[in-house]
């Protein structure tokens, strides 16, 4: 079905070719339940629980 | 209030006021896109709680071939939730954006195109602008990502036991 008239012509605004968002191999361990790997994020990411920065 | 900050406020346009705006497109198989179900009821439970507005959706499909077919949401038979989303629609993709969009899809495959103010961020944004900052960079974090790190952390902790 063809856009309405509205869109064509004009400049669009996402300006580039988009690219599929990227999965992180390393992540896809084997064996580690969702849920127990939504747990670690979690506490990552919980304010005073988290990992120390080593920079 | 001080002269600045009402010369600021009388230089400031609707665009001041207007939240980070997002896209996202959803990728479904061939046969097993769903737009109206689950999906739609989370959606217009974020616009009804004025976290998001919606500005555009569109529903592209990418034959095995290549080509590109979009579609209006209006075009979609039964939009159930959708509806009243769909009325306020700003149509502000364009067909070039079409293309761009597509690059991202799978042949074959069907996808969802979502264009999103963040009401939510509205605000502390105007803040920025009228305190002189300026967005320099924006991005999002994988979940994918964080995993990794943490796992990548751990894997090192367990090499110095």
């Known amino acids: 079905m063809p856009l309405r008239a509205a869109r064509v012509g004009r400049v669009g605004v ?38 120390r920065r080593r920079i | 209030m001080t002269s600045t900050s009402i010369d600021q406020r009388q230089e400031m346009t609707p665009l001041d006021e207007l939240g980070p705006v997002d896209y996202l497109v959803v990728e479904f198989p061939a046969g097993k896109s769903n737009f109206t179900g689950e999906m739609a009821s989370e959606l217009v439970a974020l616009v009804d709680s004025g976290t998001i507005r919606v500005i555009d959706v569109l529903i592209l499909t990418k034959d095995e071939d290549g080509t590109v077919e979009p579609m209006e949401l209006s075009d979609v038979g039964e939009l159930g939730e959708l509806q009243a989303i769909e009325a306020q629609l700003a149509e502000l993709l364009a067909q070039e954006d079409v293309d761009h969009l597509a690059a991202a899809m799978e042949p074959g495959s069907t996808a969802g195109v979502l264009i999103w103010e963040n009401l939510w961020a509205a605000p502390f944004a105007s803040a920025a602008r009228r305190s002189g900052g300026q967005l320099i960079a924006n991005g999002r974090i994988p979940i994918q990502a964080i995993i990794a790190s943490i796992e990548a952390d751990e894997a090192t902790a367990s090499e110095g036991d």
């Not at chain 1, 992180?24 to 990411?45: E, M, N």
Request: aromatic fraction near 0%.
């Open chain 1, 14 to 51: 996402i300006g580039h070719p988009v690219a599929k968002t990227a999965v992180v191999a390393k992540a896809v361990t084997p064996g580690a339940a969702p849920v127990a790997r939504t747990a670690v994020v979690a506490a990552a990411v919980t304010p005073g629980r988290g990992r």
